[in-house]
């Protein structure tokens, strides 16, 4: 049984307060876990709760750590850690509100997860196989979606896409998907430089670019990948995570960097066309959050040959996902244990989105840690992929490097490789 729970301020890749859990179980097992935070958010997600006023721009977390300590921590006291549908119930059932905000969906993650972690460490397991145990999935070792450069939200809108990625799902091991990324990576940033395209890099480690259209964020992705020696659209492929929301709304969408506003079907076709050009695999959140039609539409279209994903769109509810599916928008979803707020949630979401048929990608935040609850969570659901953000940066190689440890433990031939992409137009 749980024993005690404590919370303690900690901070993130972006230097802001983060909330850390401590959970202790009677046995002396600990789990700990630190809420991530987005800044490219879903307008239906869980909610952080913090402070406000002049502090950390309003950042802290002091409220948050309350509800933890003296709300949360008591209702949950004595219940067993392997009990972790209703420690979930019981954190739902003491916020009560839409989207977290009473207690915080920093609060609610944090301890949700640190409970996941002690009943881990209570039966001696690593967390990948305690999750694919506890909620019977078949392990294996996620393909990595990784970012090379990045833009929107996370490199002061310099491009409006947000995020510019490879996938090796032509790689047999995830050592040589590490390889190769090293290669793409520095070769980009290489043919950065020599351009004069380069201004450090962005918030989860990919090349903060200063390019002159969006198009010329994919050329210069195209020329990294041969630059490594590779062909494009063979081992390597472009994945693209497009968070239309950030710049769309009502079905009107502003691409800030070419000065032009494109409409839904304008922007369907745009996309659509960089999908002919460029060896595209995989694109998240195509069309805004609230423009379901043309996602629809954009699902219609191009489901067939290319993985698209719902972010901010399905926000990790099983419910949006339900309903999605039904109509036939999307074929993938985006599963961040924060947006819904509790562990029990989002392995529902990603069930819901297996009986559809569909792929699930486990997600880190843009304001991460050296938490890497997200390698376990992917590992051992089996999902087949993992998106962290960059090759760049500890909070971002901790998540990586995890996994390569994971490897050793679940053995290398567990390595999903290019099957989660099957059935897309290179497969
Ligand atoms: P966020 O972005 O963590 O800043 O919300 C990540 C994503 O959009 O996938
Ligand atoms: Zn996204």
Not at 387 to 411: H, P, T, Y
Not at 413 to 420: K, T, Y
Request: charge should be negative; glycine fraction near 12%; include cysteine.
């Amino acid at each position: 049984p749980i024993a005690s729970i404590r919370s303690r301020r900690v901070w993130d890749s972006r230097g802001n307060p983060a909330v850390e859990v401590d959970v202790r179980l009677e046995s002396g097992a600990l789990g700990r876990a630190i809420a991530p935070s987005g800044a490219s958010r879903g307008t239906r997600e869980a909610l952080d709760l913090r402070d406000g006023g002049k502090a950390f721009g309003g950042k802290g977390v002091k409220k948050a750590l309350a509800a933890v300590n003296d709300v949360i921590a008591p209702a949950l006291i004595g219940i067993e850690a392997g009990e972790q549908e209703r420690v979930d119930a019981a954190i739902l059932a003491l916020d009560g509100s839409p989207l977290k905000e009473k207690l915080g969906g920093n609060a609610t993650v944090a301890t949700s997860l640190a409970v996941l972690h002690a009943a881990a460490a209570d039966s001696g397991t690593p967390l990948w196989r305690h999750v694919a145990d506890r909620y019977r999935h078949t392990p294996s070792l996620p393909l990595p979606e990784i970012q090379i450069f990045g833009g929107g939200a996370h490199a002061g809108r310099r491009v409006d896409i947000q995020d510019f990625m490879i996938m090796v799902p032509g790689a047999s091991s995830l050592d040589e998907v590490m390889e190769v990324t090293n290669e793409v990576y520095f070769a980009a940033g290489d043919i950065m430089a020599s351009r004069g395209k380069i201004a450090g890099v962005a918030d989860e480690g990919g090349w903060w670019p200063v390019f002159d259209s969006n198009e010329e964020a994919l050329e210069t992705l195209v020329s990294a990948i041969e630059k490594a020696g590779e062909k494009p659209g063979e081992r390597v492929v472009i994945s693209l995570d497009i968070a239309a929301s950030e710049f769309g709304q009502d079905g009107r969408y502003r691409l800030a960097l070419e000065d032009r506003e494109l409409d839904s079907a304008a922007m369907i076709d745009m996309l659509g066309d960089w999908l002919d050009a460029y060896p595209i695999a995989s694109i998240e959140d195509p069309l805004g959050e609230d423009d379901a039609d043309g996602m629809e539409e954009f699902t219609r279209r191009f489901g067939e040959r290319v993985q698209i994903i719902g972010d901010d769109y399905l926000v990790t509810n099983a419910g949006l996902v339900e309903q999605a599916a039904a109509r036939g928008a999307c074929n993938a979803v985006l599963v961040k244990v924060n947006q819904a707020g509790t562990v029990t949630e989002s392995i529902n979401t990603f069930d819901a989105a297996q009986a559809a048929g569909w792929r699930s990608i486990v997600s880190a935040r843009s304001g991460e840690t050296e938490d890497v609850s997200i390698s376990h969570l992917a590992t051992g659901l089996g999902g087949g992929q993992l998106k962290v953000g960059s090759f760049a940066r500890s909070e971002r190689m901790a998540k990586w490097n995890e996994c390569l440890r994971i490897q050793d433990e679940l053995g290398a031939s567990a390595f999903v490789g290019g099957r989660p992409l099957a059935g897309t137009w290179w497969g």
